[in-house]
């Protein structure tokens, strides 16, 4: 039987990754290097900042997932730098490839290569756990290949040094032998370690030093790292324009050697290449940023690899396109038999290009243009590619990559499976199949979403059972699992027609299996979603108990639910809000019909709204029943769903949901997973009431209409909404105030602007004469008075204050407030009034006023006031600042009275003010009751003789002689101080 295997040829040199250490030798590397758009870039950035000289930063940090090809691109790198491989055919094809991308950067590395010096390249070995051991011996051996004599001066060269000393004494050589002899050390073993700059090796060289001083410790002045690069930089400057460092897996180095590297010495070599006057680099490899490495280790260690992180000038190689498109063609090029297999299928073919291109998934190379990008990577399916590339960078490893399943003989690689399909027939590589590859990867991790998924289809299997006879529910099963451990929803989801076309099976038995899963309760299809999940379902049949329970849940309680739970949204009327610089809304609510006309309806309100928007259920709708504006609420919107069986038996869903779940306690005392399962079911149903309001809201749903002030209207969208909002709020709204303040023109504002809005209300009660005195200029509370006050024409004592604000009808902003007010104080000062009576009409219409600023516009028309007095419950109170304020809050509990004298009262109260002028302060805004506690304080300071004498006091007061103050000073002090009138003479 042919098979699919002779379609395509495998390319073993792909099979395994690369390696910088030992792949620079390599000359296929030049040659078999496959470039595109990514890595073009990412070469032109490094190597052209390197030989031009014009590199910002001269330390570096390359990442890149498992499979990009991060190694292979670096060890190209080396080679072009370091003049290695160069002068073979590798090369040639390598500038041949890289010209198709970037004709200038081919030309640049050809120009480099002919006429520039090498750098010298030094691939890191990480054999030590000192990060400095490792950069020294890394160097020195590659000076040893290219037969370059350095002596470093090193604890371990010392050593050899020493060594080599005494073996040449015959006194000393002898002793040496006993030495290791007696504590059991192999000489040939110690110097290799020496050598090999092996820890282990100091150790056994302190043991054999002191025994030959006879106790003494070995101090030896070896350089440090730095040291030993600048002595190379000085002797290879002839041949060499400087040094390159390369460490590979650098962060898996980190993972290795943990909290035990000094991270000081990598942060020395890093500014060493920067700084330094030598042209050297370093460039560190790693899979993920070196925080994800470090975050673990204590604070104060995992905060220093932070800083070391920042210095570097980091790249990604993480594909800007889809590489696996570009890559796939070179590494399983097809065979002549690829024609006529083309011509056979070609109609099979077609659709999964199709099905590629409606993928929408891949981002196509601008290279592809002009021929079919997904024609190289056949056998695969074209998503089967995608999730190849995506599965492999979340859970490869060396072992197992993008690579190694392509060009392997390991059991589930390409090979194996396509091996398995009879060329006479047409087939492909599904998604399932790659999972059989990686499955040993996915189930090694410990945690993430790979091994969340894998437990999930571990479950899954266990609840089907493995026989043979349900292979392709397995199947479907392993491709889910694929599509989970990928996670990218937005791009590939377990939506039935995808898993369809995935799975290399007849599509009408794909269907029936995944029915089947789905029956069984091994697989669920999430409604808000559209595609299939796991499901780790209980012993309970939910969806029959909860169809059992929603006769029992009323159309009002289904309502209740709705304005309870899933009224988090409003409707805003844009154009007035813009022409006002107001932030009006809309508030939801969901009713019946027959709901519209009871008050119940308005519970859901606060008391003082803008407006409503009344999502009505009426599924026997007629529009006469709602052109009577009598009977409909003020300032609303309906926006009438005509199919309201749907909502309600959603809703009653939920309710029946939320019920189960209350009692899930008592449910899971026969099967602890059912938590679990509610919560899912939960989940779903809150997004499904969701989605439908969502498009009942933006008017996507048919059978809508829309009725407001006895008008139907014709809408398509949530636009139309919010143009009729506008209308009602500019009919409703005409004559607020227009306050372009954000932070003050809101209902509750922040502590901080309450704390400015204090100091406002301050000036303006206390600075009669000039409020803006002591307000500093752009203040938060300048701005408050300037945009609450100044600029709606009620103040003008402020230069510069600009274009008043006008009304649409060309009015000045704050007249009919003002105008409003000054009725309210006239009332107040013929009697207490009721502040609710002046804050309901602000509040009302055509006013609508933010409580944020009510109060600035209080205080100031009271500005010019005397003898103001707020009144809790009877209980006469000091006004100021802080008692408005607390007024304005509670205004069915405070009244306000101004106490309005005729000329001879206040000529007589101003006289008892000069008598007792040194003790009246002049800023209180209660004359009366300053004037009143003046008085006590004079009393209480004058002597006994004085308070008890007759000369000028022979009589108490009849107060019914002193009508004009019978409310004021004689009442309190019966008798105590004789007003003219009734005395006849002067108080001296």
């Known amino acids: ?235 290879i400057t002839e041949d060499y324009r400087g040094i390159i460092f390369v460490f590979d897996e650098f962060g898996r180095y980190i993972e290795d050697t943990g909290e035990n590297i000094k991270v000081k ?104 243009e002009g021929i079919n990008p997904f024609e190289g990577g056949y056998p695969l399916h074209p998503i089967t590619l995608y999730a190849l590339d995506r599965l492999s960078k979340r859970v490869a490893q060396n072992e197992r990559t993008f690579f190694t399943y392509l060009a392997s003989d390991e059991e589930y690689s390409l090979f194996s499976q396509l091996g398995k399909m009879d060329l006479e027939e047409f087939h492909f590589i599904g998604l399932d199949a790659i999972y059989d590859y990686f499955e040993e990867n996915i189930c090694s991790y410990r945690g993430g979403e790979a091994r969340e998924t894998y437990k999930k289809y571990q479950v899954a299997i266990s609840k089907l059972g493995s026989n043979s006879e349900k292979s392709l529910e397995i199947r479907v099963l392993k491709a889910m699992a694929v599509i989970y451990i990928i996670n990218d929803s937005g791009t590939l989801a377990p939506d039935m027609e995808t898993l369809v076309n995935v799975i290399d099976a007849n599509k009408d038995l794909v269907r029936d299996a995944i029915t089947e899963l789905e029956k069984k309760k091994i697989i669920k299809y999430m409604r808000q979603y559209g595609y299939y999940d796991f499901l780790d379902s209980s012993i309970y049949d939910f969806d029959s108990m909860i169809d059992e329970r929603l006769s029992f849940i009323t159309d009002e309680t289904a309502v209740s639910i709705l304005n309870e739970e899933f009224s988090d949204f409003v409707i805003y009327p844009y154009d007035y809000n813009w022409h006002y610089h107001m932030n009006r809304v809309f508030l939801p609510i969901f009713a019946l019909k027959a709901d519209l006309t009871k008050r119940t309806l308005m519970r859901f309100l606060p008391k003082y709204y803008d407006g409503m928007i009344a999502f009505v259920l009426d599924k026997k709708f007629e529009i006469s029943d709602y052109l009577n504006e009598n009977n409909l609420p003020d300032r609303a919107i309906l926006v009438i769903n005509q199919n309201e069986e749907e909502i309600l038996y959603e809703v009653k869903r939920y309710v029946a949901i939320k019920y189960y779940y209350s009692i899930r306690d008592e449910l899971k005392k026969d099967d602890p997973t059912v938590e679990k399962e509610l919560e899912l079911y939960l989940n779903e149903q809150k997004s499904v009431l969701h989605d439908i309001i969502e498009n009942w809201k933006n008017i996507k749903m048919n059978n809508i209409a829309v009725v407001s002030n006895g008008q139907e209207y014709v809408t398509r969208s949530d636009k139309d909404i919010s143009e009729i909002a506008s209308t009602i709020m500019m009919n409703s709204f005409s004559r607020t105030i227009i306050v372009n303040n954000d932070l003050i023109n809101k209902n509750t504002v922040t502590g901080a602007i309450r704390l400015a809005r204090s100091k406002a209300l301050s000036y303006i009660m206390n600075n009669k004469e000039n409020m803006l005195e002591d307000c500093s200029l752009l203040s938060p509370e300048h701005s408050i008075i300037r945009s609450v006050l100044s600029k709606n024409g009620l103040f003008d004592g402020e230069d510069n204050v600009g274009v008043l604000n006008t009304l649409p009808s060309g009015e000045v902003a704050g007249q009919y407030v003002s105008d409003e007010i000054g009725k309210y104080i006239k009332k107040c000062m ?51 600042e802080e008692e408005l304020l607390k007024a304005l809050e509670n205004p069915e509990d405070y009244s306000l009275y101004i106490c309005n004298w005729s000329k001879t009262e206040t000529d007589y109260i101003e006289s008892l003010e000069k008598i007792f002028a040194r003790y009246v302060d002049k800023k209180a805004k209660n004359r009366l009751k300053e004037l009143y506690e003046a008085m006590n304080k004079h009393f209480v300071a004058i002597s006994k003789a004085a308070r008890t004498t007759n000369k000028y006091v022979s009589e108490k007061i009849d107060e019914k002689k002193c009508k004009h103050c019978k409310k004021c000073i004689a009442k309190f002090y019966n008798g105590c101080i004789i007003c003219d009138k009734v005395a006849g003479k002067k108080e001296s």
């Open 830 to 880: 013929k009697g207490q009034t009721s502040i609710k009576e002046v804050y309901d009409v602000l509040k009302g219409t055509p006013y609508g006023l933010r409580d944020g600023y009510i109060s600035v516009i209080l205080a100031y028309e009271l500005r010019n006031f005397e003898n103001i007095s707020i009144y809790f419950h009877g209980s006469e109170h000091d006004y100021c």
């Open 265 to 368: 010495d990598v942060q020395d070599l890093a500014e060493f290449c920067d700084h330094s006057d030598f042209d050297d680099y370093l460039i560190l490899v790693s899979h993920k940023q070196l925080s994800l490495y470090t975050d673990k280790m204590k604070k104060s260690i995992s905060d220093e690899w932070k800083k070391i992180e920042g210095r570097f000038k980091s790249t990604s190689i993480n594909i800007k396109y889809d590489q696996c498109l570009s890559l796939i063609p070179h590494i399983i090029p097809k065979t002549k038999k690829w024609n006529g297999f083309k011509r056979k299928y070609q109609e099979q073919l077609n659709e999964l290009y199709t099905q590629a291109y409606d993928f929408k998934g891949f981002l196509l190379p601008p290279e592809n």
């Open 1 to 235: 039987m042919m098979n699919y295997t002779s379609l395509v040829t495998k390319k073993k040199q792909y099979k395994y990754s690369a390696n910088i250490c030992f792949d620079m030798k390599d000359d296929e590397k030049l040659a078999e290097f496959i470039p595109n758009i990514t890595t073009t870039e990412i070469l032109r950035e490094y190597l052209l900042g390197i030989i031009n000289r014009n590199a910002e930063v001269h330390s570096r940090i390359l990442y890149g997932s498992y499979g990009t090809g991060k190694s292979h691109l670096l060890t190209v790198l080396s080679d072009l730098l370091g003049h290695v491989n160069t002068n073979g055919k590798g090369i040639v094809e390598f500038l041949n490839a890289i010209a198709k991308y970037d004709k200038e950067l081919a030309s640049e590395i050809k120009r480099f290569i002919s006429e520039e010096k090498p750098y010298l390249v030094v691939p890191i070995y990480a054999n030590f756990g000192d990060f400095d051991k490792c950069i020294t011996y890394s160097l020195k051996k590659e000076l040893e290949r290219n037969h370059i004599d350095i002596c470093f001066k090193s604890y371990f060269d010392d050593a050899l040094k020493l060594i080599n000393k005494w073996s040449q004494g015959d006194e000393s050589n002898k002793r040496l032998k006993e030495i290791y002899k007696s504590n059991k050390i192999s000489e040939a073993d110690l110097l290799n370690g020496l050598e090999n700059y092996d820890s282990k090796s100091e150790k056994e060289f302190n043991i054999v030093f002191r025994a030959m001083t006879y106790g003494a410790e070995f101090v030896s002045e070896a350089g440090n790292m730095i040291d030993n690069i600048t002595l190379t930089n000085s002797v």
